[in-house]
């Protein structure tokens, strides 16, 4: 598909990067990557993004786009070509939506948490609300995929991008931790839906890989490559 001038500014390791990367897949878009450094303020980073001066940023011509829910709603809106990521049904649009946000402001912080905490106490608290979270998120996967393969269903959808792009780096903290957070015994919904992502999915070239992003974290404080969004 012509790019009508794509470009996304980001660094690779960014979950939320990553989130429009696998928006951008999905709808078979050819695009430009511009790396940054999420923690250098760059001339380019202020004057696209100067609100959050944060990352993933998409250009479309002259059309700048940040924030990467709200990125990956107008790839979804803008190019009608390919697989819809939001439900057409209003209630369920409005489901995903809302567990997008669960993700983004309840179950998202806790992994941070998790991923920095320096005492066993902390470790632990973070490990349980993580954990609550998933069982929520199990639920939620069961209802809205319908018996289907992914939280859109037979497709990739809108909370399949929003939580799949967190799934290396809680691939990442379980290595960290020496615990095992994502249990196929305690959610198998969620268990076989990260293994297709990975292996069976049309992101899979896209989906970070929790080797890669530890040899980033290798001289590199935790979260740093994930400040973004």
């Known amino acids: 598909m012509a790019s009508?001038?794509?470009?996304?500014?980001?660094?690779?390791?960014?979950?939320?990067v990553n989130r429009v990367m696998m928006a951008l897949k999905i709808?078979?878009?050819?695009?430009?990557?511009?790396?940054?450094?999420?923690?250098?303020?760059t001339e380019l980073l202020v004057k696209s993004n100067p609100v959050h001066k944060k990352i993933p940023v998409l250009f479309r011509g002259d059309k700048i786009i940040c924030e990467s829910l709200v990125i990956v709603q107008y790839?979804?809106?803008?190019w009608v070509d390919?697989?819809?990521?939001?439900p057409s049904d209003p209630?369920?649009?409005?489901v995903a939506r809302f567990?997008?946000?669960?993700i983004d402001e309840k179950w998202f912080p806790w992994l941070k948490t998790l991923r920095n905490a320096t005492g066993e106490e902390a470790k632990i608290e973070a490990t349980e609300k993580i954990c609550e979270g998933l069982v929520l998120l199990e639920d939620a996967f069961v209802k809205c995929s319908r018996g289907k393969a992914f939280f859109g269903?037979?497709?990739?959808?809108?909370?399949?991008?929003?939580?799949?792009?967190?799934?290396?780096?809680?691939?990442?903290t379980e290595s960290l931790i020496g615990t095992k957070i994502l249990d196929e015994t305690k959610t198998p919904g969620l268990f076989g839906w990260a293994?297709?992502?990975?292996?069976?999915?049309?992101?899979?070239d896209v989906m970070l890989q929790a080797e890669k992003l530890s040899e980033v974290l290798k001289g590199i404080k935790p979260m740093s490559t994930t400040a973004s969004d």
């Open 75 to 78: 790839i979804d809106d803008a």
């Open 82 to 86: 390919g697989p819809s990521i939001l």
């Open 27 to 41: 709808k078979s878009i050819e695009y430009e990557f511009i790396e940054t450094n999420p923690h250098e303020k």
């Open 153 to 172: 269903g037979e497709n990739i959808g809108y909370v399949d991008i929003a939580l799949g792009c967190q799934v290396g780096w809680l691939k990442v």
């Open 91 to 94: 209630y369920d649009r409005a």
């Open 99 to 102: 567990w997008a946000a669960y």
């Open 195 to 204: 293994e297709r992502l990975y292996s069976d999915s049309p992101v899979k």
């Open 4 to 16: 009508n001038d794509v470009k996304l500014l980001g660094a690779w390791p960014s979950a939320f």
